[in-house]
């Protein structure tokens, strides 16, 4: 969880990290050891999948924010109203 974590945080404070995570998501997510179904709702953006994986949820948005996703689209998402 530590690293889904630190991800998420670096991806908030990292302007250039967020540009390349959009543009090619799986060298970053290696680079931080993700995988399994963690690594899958990272890739496709899964913000349920990501809350009830456990992953915090104020990451979880700020994180959103940064990636330049529509609120609400992701308050869609959290709601289950759409995947």
Request: aromatic share 14%; proline share 5%.
């Amino acid at each position: 969880m530590y690293s889904l974590h630190k991800l998420l945080w670096d991806i908030r404070k990292d302007p250039d990290l967020a540009d390349r995570y959009r543009a090619d998501p799986d060298p970053i997510l290696d680079s931080y050891g993700i995988s399994g179904e963690d690594r899958t709702a990272m890739r496709e953006l899964d913000f349920k999948a990501m809350y009830e994986r456990g992953f915090n949820p104020y990451l979880i948005y700020f994180c959103a924010i940064q990636l330049k996703v529509d609120r609400a689209d992701y308050y869609a998402q959290i709601r289950g109203e759409k995947n």
